[in-house]
């Protein structure tokens, strides 16, 4: 891996789809559309930033890689609030304010915003929580008439997204910029505007009104004598912010918020780092004039080894994550214990009668290997399954078993890599769509033609070609095209006319979203964290395979970052934290921007609010359970989880990856999971893995070697 200090470029996209490059060392450029007014701001530079110093970004040509492939208007995506040029932002936090017939309320953190038919509302969620929710969804606090007929995000960022207001002339009222973590709304004037506020704001102090809305009290930071009660009047290039005042306020917090509301934040830059155990994300907030602003924390921000921070003393507020601590200044620092890419399981401390079980196994499991299927989810799951295979055979010195599964596997795969392939079938292909700007493969599935599940889709093709590949240089520039298309498409680092930045991936939250177009009023949502995981996995194993060290640690920074926040939001929840209170159950099976539920989208079994937290228990499973001191801790709760989902014991679906978790709860429960995992019925076998699989998995862990042992 490359973690050399270097230059790398910081890449903004024009609203007309130019490509301006910048000597920096930085992650995330200026805003895609940007301003003159939006030209001030904070440099982040992470050489700078405690942890290890900045990637080099991967050199990709996603110009050559879409020139490349077959074009067809294959997405049924229609981003109707989006100005001309921009790259549709699916899988966003933002998204449902871009696309659908009415846009949807969003929730950047701490705050929540709607549009309206004449302008926006502003909340401040406060959790409810209950058996199996909790529920912070968007009620107006402050409403703002703007005058305006309609609306349209006009530039976005990794962490940022800037709305224009219109009027029926189509011009351009003023803008509004959202920010997660950010606790400022502001409204800059592009036009001389007179804004009518649903509830009258009265003068506090230091050039600060107020107004209280369900218990909570917010602030108006406006230009002197802009003002009058509920009627405010602001000439072109003059801004409006607001803020609800934080619990446990300290003294003199009040005047550090105000003076940060009169710049408000304009934009983003992000940078990364990988290195000595450490996995860093810093968010820079870029204000209008340079100056300082405030961010608040996530509960992922602040587990584990952190970063020391010394103003994070400006008070909370609530959310449906936890508690947020409101931090002076305009960096967010954070870090992830790294999870490194993994391609195999630890075998060596195996027995030879077990070694000669799973071998057995495999043989039958290769035997009866079904024909794979032709959408790009199973499709795309089935490969894997089926390398997986290759790879414990060849491990276990049984290459000649799997040989036939290798060229059937293989032959399926570059069928799916032909880059003209959709040129002579409607299957098993992938086509570039010009107008959504990214790759959809046919026979879609689960919604992936509107961008849904993009990254758990094409993560499973990732490590197939990454294992596959491992060792066959000439194979990986054969697959080449085809699958670096797919890493642009899910985890370009970098946005371009081509494909946005970081499409699935959340850099504030942590994790991925799910949602292509998002049009749900509780936001953008994800429930198979797990595979999330596997798909970052899956790009580091196709970057070390095709010999793309920057993309590789690209891959682990992902991995890493999406496997905490999956810790702290899905399988391993801080019940003592006062937002679980009343909520009944050990995992968190769906997270979205505006509640957190445990259901999922295709069953109410127990079984599924667990195993889609485990799908497909890939070698690099060890991260559920990391960060684990206490031994006799992460048993009792993997095993508590366990017994939660298996009510009915483990012949149900999933649950041989109910049984691998349960061997990672100890090597006690390893062998009781082994016994099991030889008797249960092929119904318990999940179609993307295999009973070799499990049995390699159980008894890994079973010798103390498993993913999480620290052995």
């Keep these: 891996m490359d973690r050399r200090r270097g230059l790398t470029t910081a890449i903004a996209v024009t609203a007309a789809g130019a490509v301006v490059v910048t000597a920096a060392m930085v992650f995330s450029g200026s805003k895609d559309g940007a301003t003159d007014a939006l030209d001030g701001g904070v440099h982040v530079d992470g050489s700078d930033q405690p942890g290890p110093p900045d990637a080099t970004l991967p050199t990709v040509d996603p110009a050559a890689l879409v020139a490349g492939v077959q074009h067809a208007d294959a997405a049924r995506l229609d981003p109707a609030r989006l100005a001309d040029g921009l790259t549709p932002p699916t899988n966003r936090w933002f998204s449902g304010l871009v696309f659908g017939e009415q846009p949807q309320p969003v929730f950047p953190l701490p705050t929540s915003f709607a549009l309206t038919a004449s302008g926006f509302d502003i909340g401040l969620p406060q959790p409810e929580t209950s058996e199996r929710l909790i529920i912070g969804g968007h009620v107006p606090d402050v409403s703002v008439d703007v005058g305006a007929s309609h609306a349209r995000v006009s530039a976005y960022d990794a962490v940022t997204v800037t709305i224009e207001l219109l009027d029926d002339a189509d011009r351009v009222l003023g803008r509004v910029v959202l920010a997660q973590g950010s606790p400022f709304i502001s409204y800059t004037a592009v036009a001389e ?11 506090a102090s230091d050039g600060l009104a107020s107004s209280t809305a369900r218990g909570a009290e917010w602030m108006l930071s406006a230009p002197n004598g802009a003002l009058a009660s509920t009627s405010l009047r602001l000439s072109a290039g003059q801004a409006a912010t607001w803020f609800p005042v934080p619990d446990d306020l300290p003294s003199g917090g009040l005047e550090t918020l105000a003076l940060a509301a009169v710049d408000p934040v304009v934009g983003s830059e992000v ?4 290195g000595d155990g450490i996995a860093r994300t810093t968010i820079g907030y870029r204000t209008a004039d340079g100056g300082p602003t405030a961010h608040a924390l996530m509960p992922h ?7 020391a921070r010394g103003a994070c003393n400006l008070g909370t507020y609530p959310s449906v994550y936890g508690v947020l601590e409101l931090c002076a200044g305009s960096r967010l620092t954070s870090w992830a214990p790294v999870v490194e890419t993994a391609a195999e399981l630890d075998l060596g401390a195996v027995p030879d009668d077990r070694r000669t079980a799973i071998i057995e196994q495999i043989a039958a499991d290769v035997a009866s290997t079904p024909p794979f299927p032709s959408d ?6 089935s490969l894997y399954r089926a390398a997986t295979l290759v790879t414990l055979g060849s491990q276990l010195g049984a290459a000649d078993v799997v040989a036939p599964l290798r060229e059937k596997t293989l032959t399926a795969l570059r069928e799916w890599a032909e880059p003209d392939g959709c040129a002579r079938r409607d299957a098993r292909c992938f086509v570039y769509d010009e107008k959504a700007r990214g790759v959809v493969g046919l026979t879609p599935s689960f919604g992936s033609e509107e961008f849904n599940d993009h990254h758990f889709h094409y993560g499973y093709f990732l490590a197939t070609a990454g294992l596959l590949a491992a060792e066959d240089p000439a194979l990986a520039a054969e697959l080449a095209p085809v ?13 371009t006319e081509w494909f946005p930045q970081l499409r699935a991936f959340d850099v504030y939250a942590g994790h991925a979203w799910a949602s292509g177009p998002s049009p749900f009023a509780d936001g953008n949502n994800q429930e198979s964290s797990s595979e999330a ?15 793309q060290d920057d993309l590789g640690v690209q891959a682990t920074w992902l991995a890493s970052t999406e496997a905490a926040s999956t810790r702290a939001y899905w399988t391993s929840l801080d019940l003592d ?3 679980y209170e009343g909520f009944d159950h050990q995992v968190m099976a769906l997270n979205w921007g505006g509640k957190r539920d445990y259901a999922t989208w295709f069953s109410p079994d127990p079984a599924a609010m667990l195993a889609i937290q485990l799908i497909p228990m890939s070698p690099v499973a060890g991260y559920l359970v990391q960060g684990d001191a206490d031994a006799a801790a992460r048993a009792d709760r993997i095993t508590a989880q366990v017994a939660e989902a298996t009510p009915a014991g483990f012949d149900v679906k999933f649950g041989d990856y109910l049984l691998m978790y349960l061997a990672m709860a100890g090597e006690e429960h390893a062998e009781e999971a082994w016994q099991v995992a030889g008797e249960v019925s092929e119904t318990a076998i999940d179609d993307g893995s295999s009973r070799a699989y499990l ?10 070697k498993g993913p999480g042992s620290g052995g």
């Design 193 to 203: 505007s007179t804004l009518t506020l649903g509830a009258a704001f009265t003068a």
């Design 271 to 274: 940078t990364y780092g990988v």
């Design 301 to 307: 921000h602040r587990q584990g080894e952190q970063p």
């Design 376 to 381: 790009t989810y199973f499709g795309g799951k």
């Design 483 to 495: 699958l670096d298309l797919l890493a642009q498409d899910v985890a370009a680092a970098e946005g």
């Design 533 to 547: 995981v596997t798909a970052w996995n899956g790009l580091g194993l196709w970057a070390a395979a095709s010999g």
């Design 577 to 579: 934290d006062p937002v």
């Design 695 to 704: 049995l390699a998995f159980v008894a890994s862990a079973a010798s103390g």
